[in-house]
């Protein structure tokens, strides 16, 4: 029993206040679509691409993402809760994260150079094995986000917040840090600092 496996290609398009929750999306091709208020949670959306996309205030909670292309994607205002990154088509791979909920989310082993979040949260945030050089996390909290063995080159991490992380186990050279910040670096040390001094 063969399936039809017929991309069907969708370009230029706006798509507005569409419910695909709980829904298994297949064989499309999106390029250049704006997606406003659309409610993909606990959806599968395996195997599709998306190209030069723009998802604003959009709930990707535990959706699906095997396979799935996403190049110059935008996320905007978006809820992206628990979504596992690492099984994404690794050769349509590259985003912009604005003003987004990121928390329990997965980029494992994944290439993310010059990623820029921006007012994000990546509570719990696993990023062990990720190729983050040049990336910017600009205002962001990054409480319990993990970084083990992640190279963190050339990072901008001036504004970000809550963040920890042994400098032994990643890759750090040129990262950039405020002075207001840099106790990050020596969470594992597990020191008092008094910032009052």
Do not use: W
Request: net charge negative; glycine share 4%.
């Amino acid at each position: 029993m063969s399936e039809s496996s017929e991309t069907t290609i969708h370009q230029d398009k706006t798509f507005t206040s569409i419910d695909y929750a709980e829904k298994q999306l297949k064989n499309r091709e999106f390029i250049n679509c704006e997606f406003v208020s659309c409610d993909f949670s606990k959806s599968d959306l395996s195997h599709n691409d998306f190209v030069d996309c723009h998802f604003k205030q959009c709930n990707f909670s535990l959706t699906i993402v095997v396979g799935t292309g996403f190049r110059d994607v935008t996320f905007s205002g978006c809820k992206i809760l628990g979504i596992d990154f690492s099984k994404c088509n690794k050769f349509l791979f590259s985003f912009k994260f604005e003003k987004s909920q990121l928390d329990y989310s997965t980029f494992y082993g994944t290439k993310l150079k010059k990623t820029r979040f921006t007012d994000c949260s990546l509570k719990e945030t696993d990023f062990e094995e990720t190729d983050l050089s040049g990336s910017v996390f600009e205002n962001c909290d990054l409480a319990g986000t993990s970084f083990v063995r992640t190279v963190l080159e050339k990072v901008d991490f001036r504004t970000a917040r809550n963040f920890g992380f042994d400098p032994a186990v990643n890759k750090v050279k040129q990262a950039k840090f405020s002075a207001s910040n840099l106790a990050g670096l020596l969470y594992h040390f597990n020191l008092d600092i008094d910032h009052n001094i």
